[in-house]
Structures are given as C-alpha cells and as structure tokens.
Nanobody, 116 residues
Framework: QVQLVESGGGVVQPGGSLTLSCTAS???????MGWYRQAPGKQRELVAG???????KYADYVKGRFTISRDNAKNTVTLQMNSLEPEDTAVYYC???????????WGQGTQVTVAS
C-alpha cells in the first residue's frame, strides 16, 4: 500500500552532481520527508530533511553542497547534491513520516557511488 519510489542514484566522478528524488504514495498525510545514508560498516545517518513548516536540517558534512526541497502537492522530496566526494558514497534511503500515526516509512535505498 505505502510506496516510496526513489530515483537518481548512480555513479559519478568526484566534483560531480546527482539529484535524488523520492515520491510517496499510499500515505494520506505526511509530516516530514528526508534522506538518510548508510555506508558499509557505519550507522545510518541523516543527510537532510524537511518538515511540514519547510524547516530544513542538514548534516554538517553536506552543508553548502546539498539542497533539500519538497513538493507537497506531489508528495515528493528532492535532494540536489553538488560537489560530491568519495566520502559521500553510500546507500541513500528516503524517509517519510506519517503525520497521523507518526510512523516512519523507508525506501528500498538507492546506491550513490563517487569515484574516478
């Protein structure tokens, strides 16, 4: 019923750009949307998120490089990633919180690889 469709992952050279997009369906009301990432051997961590009041939160290591945005009409969150570095290599997961029950839904993950 609930689906989070992710797109935009891939392989890019250092300094390049990628845009991740996540569209949610099957959720009547969304409280927040965002992106997390998990590299091998590391914990899943917040990259960027945006709340119902358009408040934005960024991890320190992506400030100035990534931009989070949200289209409420389309239930879509977009992460524009610029100046990518090898350290950004990870599986990126879309996160959506249901406003009615405050339940977190997760996408299947999309691989981002930054390498020469």
């Amino acid at each position: 019923q609930v689906q989070l469709v992710e797109s935009g992952g891939g392989v890019v050279q250092p300094g390049g750009s990628l845009t991740l997009s996540c569209t949610a369906s099957g959720i009547s009301s969304i409280y927040s949307m965002g992106w997390y990432r998990q590299a091998p051997g590391k914990q899943r961590e917040l990259v960027a998120g945006i709340g119902a009041l358009d408040s934005r939160k960024y991890a320190d290591y992506v400030k100035g490089r990534f931009t989070i945005s949200r289209d409420n009409a389309k239930n879509t969150v977009t992460l524009q990633m610029n100046s990518l570095e090898p350290e950004d290599t990870a599986v990126y997961y879309c996160n959506v919180q249901d406003a009615l029950v405050r339940y977190d839904y997760w996408g299947q993950g999309t691989q981002v690889t930054v390498a020469s």
